[in-house]
């Protein structure tokens, strides 16, 4: 199986647009980002011949990358753990984030996260030839690891190294 890992910031992969300016240039902003972001999917998927798209997002939220499977009638699975089994293991909502948790409690749970996830891109990938996984960059490297050690062919592109893309939206429209 060939695999396309993107790299990225979670804030580009919500559908929905949740910036808010006085005058809109920063909704504008946002939406363009979404839009492009979605154009690089969908030329993954046209030019690769994907089957499957898996996603790390947050559950209960339409994203960019579903969108764009369903306009392509490409197959699409949010790999993360749910809710429920993030708690069944112990890994809290926000963990990384929380300067409580050391960095060892948060290496455990980003090490859970990530195998989990590997596991369901074979698990969902439904025999496909050629799949996209969608995660935050923080597990990019791991789980790129994870299934090539499978015998899979990865590759992995930054969303960081597109033309295109500004990480920090209101620091960028402020500067204008």
């Known amino acids: 199986m060939r695999v396309l890992i993107i790299a990225v910031n979670h804030q580009?992969?919500?559908a929905q647009?949740?910036?808010m300016s006085f005058d809109g240039s920063l909704e504008t902003f946002e939406r363009g980002q979404k839009e492009k972001f979605g154009e690089l999917v969908r030329e993954h998927i046209r030019k690769r011949g994907v089957q499957f798209v898996g996603e790390e997002a947050r559950y209960?939220?339409?994203t960019v990358a579903h969108r764009v499977c369903q306009?392509?009638?490409c197959?699409?699975?949010n790999i993360d753990?749910?809710?429920d089994e993030r708690k069944a293991r112990n890994i809290p909502p926000g963990y990384y984030e929380n300067s409580e948790f050391s960095k060892i409690e948060k290496d455990r749970c980003n090490r859970e996260r990530e195998a989990n996830m590997a596991n369901r891109v074979l698990a969902?990938?439904?025999k496909a030839d050629s799949v996209v996984v969608i995660c935050g960059r923080v597990h990019a490297g791991a789980i790129a690891e994870q299934l090539s050690k499978s015998g899979h062919s990865v590759e992995q592109l930054d969303l960081q190294d597109q033309g295109w893309y500004v990480e920090d939206?209101?620091?960028y429209m402020l500067k204008l």
């Open 12 to 14: 580009i992969q919500p």
């Open 124 to 126: 969902e990938d439904g």
């Open 81 to 83: 753990m749910t809710p």
């Open 71 to 73: 306009q392509e009638g």
């Open 60 to 62: 209960g939220e339409e």
């Open 17 to 19: 647009i949740k910036s």
């Open 75 to 77: 197959r699409r699975a």
């Open 169 to 171: 939206w209101q620091g």
